[in-house]
């Protein structure tokens, strides 16, 4: 016999959660996370704004969560202060989705409805998950508000690239019902990745950071090209994050993906193009960050025309690339931190430490990517940092955004100890 009750193990059985759905179109994916947080065992008590109200019908939260739509601080309620007591009694408050209105009066302290009161008024941990167009996202009030969030310990789980309201197409769509639940079980689980989320951002003002992202493509014609999976993710993720911090950042890019708000991009596509415009802004960086996946190997002399199946099976001769981390490494400043990458599909230890030897770095980012949810194409990572002074600091799977500041975390204070 198959039951469907829950799972006892799982961190979402018994906890109070409330729900506060904001007015936007994509409103309708909280009736998912509702059903999904009521069928794996939490006690769900939903808050929609009157705007929500445009968008999905009280009736259906009503239905499916575990108790009835709570709407006003004056019409619908029965018991006493429930600006405060909603709040009070969350094991968690999730906002899904989370407007850039109601993102900003939290920011800001302002309580003008039951939901921005029951946020202000809570002790519990908070998750908001951001949902507007791509304009709005990368407005720099909502990336100052964002900052104010993070820093305050609040976690977010970042909006996707992907179609939006009316046909666009951009950056700001909210994550898919599945990320946010898993969010929500990281933490109540208390593990490592929810604590990541926790750390404020260290206060990067005034520091020059260089970040490179994505994987370099080497040409084999004009067509064709030797490439890797890499996504850029967490590169964009460390750019994103110390932007947000106070640094000035310069992303050198392979992808063609939004650029977080207050980043500097510089677009590239090769090996040699990523280590031209890396060198350029290195010198005068206190943090380098080397995320990209970097080809090891280029072809001899690609021809300027395309390569024909009809004169056969072609013979390709390749060359290596620079190594850029390691020419980096032999010339880094010494008020310089050089991050180096590691990603790995055996002896992940062994390999980084290996590399971090080699390379001259002050930490290499080690990950095996034929994990699960690891590395290329995902919005989650798991890492150990390896340090120079031979400290290690293994990160459990969580945001690439959150592996991102716990990162910075450690790279600054190994910068407070040196200066």
């Known amino acids: 016999m198959v039951s469907n009750a829950p799972s006892t193990n799982d961190s979402l059985v018994g906890k109070r959660i409330v729900l506060g759905v904001c007015g936007g179109i994509s409103a309708y994916k909280a009736i998912e996370v509702c059903r999904r947080l009521v069928d794996a065992g939490a006690h769900v008590v939903p808050i929609m704004t009157k705007s929500a109200e445009r968008f999905v019908g009280k009736v259906t939260f009503s239905a499916l969560a575990s108790e009835p739509v709570h709407t006003s601080m004056w019409d619908d309620w029965g018991g006493p202060i429930p600006h405060t007591k909603l709040g009070q009694e969350a094991d968690l408050i999730l906002v899904c989705p989370a407007t850039a209105r109601v993102i900003g009066s939290y920011a800001s302290g302002i309580s003008d409805d039951l939901l921005t009161n029951s946020l202000i008024a809570t002790k519990a941990p908070v998750i908001v998950c951001p949902a507007m167009h791509?304009?709005?996202?990368?407005?720099?009030?909502?990336?100052?508000?964002?900052?104010?969030?993070?820093?305050?310990?609040?976690?977010?789980?970042?909006?996707?690239?992907?179609?939006?309201?009316?046909?666009?197409?951009?950056?700001?769509?909210?994550?898919e019902p599945s990320t946010v639940i898993e969010s929500a079980r990281r933490v109540l689980g208390g593990s490592a990745a929810a604590d990541s989320g926790t750390v404020e951002l260290p206060d990067m003002t005034g520091l020059r950071?260089?970040?490179?992202?994505?994987?370099?493509?080497?040409?084999?014609?004009?067509i064709r090209f030797v490439g890797n999976r890499s996504t850029g993710k967490q590169g964009y993720a460390f750019a994103e994050i110390a932007a947000r911090a106070g640094a000035q950042v310069d992303l050198i890019t392979t992808v063609a993906i939004p650029v977080p708000s207050g980043v500097n991009?510089?677009?590239?596509?090769?090996a040699a193009e990523m280590h031209q415009a890396t060198s350029e802004r290195a010198?005068?960086?206190?943090?380098?960050?080397?995320?990209?996946?970097?080809?090891?190997?280029?072809?001899?002399?690609?021809?300027?025309h395309k390569i024909k199946k009809r004169n056969g099976v072609p013979i390709i001769e390749f060359e290596r690339t620079v190594d850029i981390l390691a020419d980096l490494g032999s010339r880094k400043p010494a008020h310089q931190q050089l991050v180096g990458f590691a990603a790995e599909t055996d002896e992940l230890i062994a390999n980084a430490a290996a590399k971090l030897?080699?390379?001259?770095a002050d930490f290499i980012v080690a990950n095996d990517v034929s994990a699960a949810g690891v590395g290329f194409g995902h919005d989650t990572n798991a890492v150990t940092v390896l340090a120079r002074d031979g400290s290690r600091d293994s990160?459990?799977?969580?945001?690439?955004?959150?592996?991102?500041?716990?990162?910075?975390?450690?790279?600054?204070?190994?910068?407070?100890?040196?200066s």
């Not at 991009?265 to 090769?270: E, L």
């Open 357 to 360: 030897e080699s390379k001259g």
């Open 283 to 304: 010198t005068g960086a206190d943090i380098v960050v080397m995320a990209a996946a970097v080809a090891d190997f280029r072809p001899i002399d690609p021809p300027d």
């Open 134 to 175: 791509t304009e709005m996202w990368e407005h720099p009030a909502v990336s100052d508000n964002i900052a104010v969030l993070r820093r305050r310990g609040v976690h977010i789980v970042e909006p996707e690239a992907g179609r939006l309201a009316g046909g666009d197409i951009g950056h700001g769509r909210l994550a």
């Open 265 to 270: 991009a510089v677009a590239v596509t090769t």
């Open 209 to 222: 950071v260089v970040v490179t992202a994505g994987g370099t493509r080497e040409p084999i014609d004009p």
């Open 395 to 418: 990160l459990a799977l969580a945001s690439k955004h959150d592996i991102a500041r716990a990162v910075l975390t450690t790279v600054m204070a190994a910068r407070s100890t040196t």
